[in-house]
């Protein structure tokens, strides 16, 4: 009598056991992607060739490294949109290409504001509200762009970005380590220089100052100014 109870115990925790599998299946079943494959396209900034004090090869060569990360960040967005569909969320290859999608997506946004505030030729407007604003908060424009240049002048790779907060309406200049360390949460990039080696180096070597100091000839001022 014995054998006969343990036996339908083991025949029904078999049961239980193959129908708590089967529902967890159903209840996590393959979904289909409904969303189109990430398809950003790589700006053309062309028209910057021929500005002084950068070289077409400089020129050319930043375009390419910037096309690298729409690229990426493309490439990125489809495999993890893929893996979701194929239940793969939950494994490490999916976290870290999470984790790399912000280097990636901030490299390209980032390329985009920096070349989109090149190109100028006009002096920054001192009767515009930014120019204004920026006085208000760092006393005067001389006392700003010094800060601003000390801030790109920092050792290391990555970027100066002068950021306007909204909830606080403050002008922050601020280092971005890489792309995507250091970045003000919902700031709006005001002003942008990249220096990373590959900036200036064709054409300057080691000497970044001389780079800055070209870059400021270069600003376009009209759309640092809209932007704020
Ligand atoms: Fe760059």
């Given at each position: 009598m014995k054998r006969?109870?343990?036996t339908l115990v083991v025949l029904l925790g078999s049961a239980l056991l193959t129908f708590a599998v089967i529902t967890q299946a159903e209840e996590k079943p393959q979904t289909e992607s409904a969303l189109p494959a990430a398809s950003m396209q790589a700006k053309d900034f062309s028209h910057l060739i021929g500005m002084h004090g950068f070289s077409d090869t400089l020129l050319n060569d930043h375009f390419k490294l910037y096309q690298g990360y729409v690229k990426n960040t493309n490439a990125i967005l489809d495999r993890l949109d893929?893996?979701?569909?194929?239940?793969?969320?939950?494994?490490?290859?999916?976290?870290?290409?999470?984790?790399?999608?912000?280097?990636?997506?901030?490299?390209?946004?980032?390329?985009?504001?920096?070349?989109e505030n090149m190109g100028g030729k006009e002096p920054v407007d001192v009767k515009s509200a930014l120019y204004k604003k920026i006085?208000?908060?760092?006393?005067?424009?001389?006392?700003?762009?010094?800060?601003?240049?000390?801030?790109?002048?920092?050792?290391?790779i990555g970027w100066a970005v002068l950021y306007w907060e909204p909830r606080t309406g403050k002008l922050i200049n601020t280092w971005v380590d890489e792309h995507?360390?250091?970045?003000?949460?919902?700031a709006?990039?005001?002003?942008?220089?990249?220096?990373?080696?590959?900036?200036?180096?064709?054409?300057?070597?080691?000497?970044?100052?001389?780079?800055i100091e070209a870059f400021f000839k270069n600003i376009d001022w009209k759309t640092v100014q809209d932007r704020f």
């Open positions: 006969v109870i343990y893929a893996m979701l569909s194929e239940n793969r969320s939950r494994t490490v290859e999916y976290a870290e290409l999470e984790r790399r999608l912000s280097w990636e997506f901030d490299g390209m946004l980032l390329h985009e504001y920096y070349f006085a208000e908060e760092f006393g005067t424009f001389d006392r700003w762009k010094e800060d601003f240049i000390s801030t790109g002048s920092m050792r290391g995507d360390k250091g970045n003000i949460v919902a709006k990039p005001i002003l942008v220089m990249d220096v990373f080696e590959h900036a200036y180096m064709t054409d300057y070597r080691l000497d970044r100052a001389k780079y």
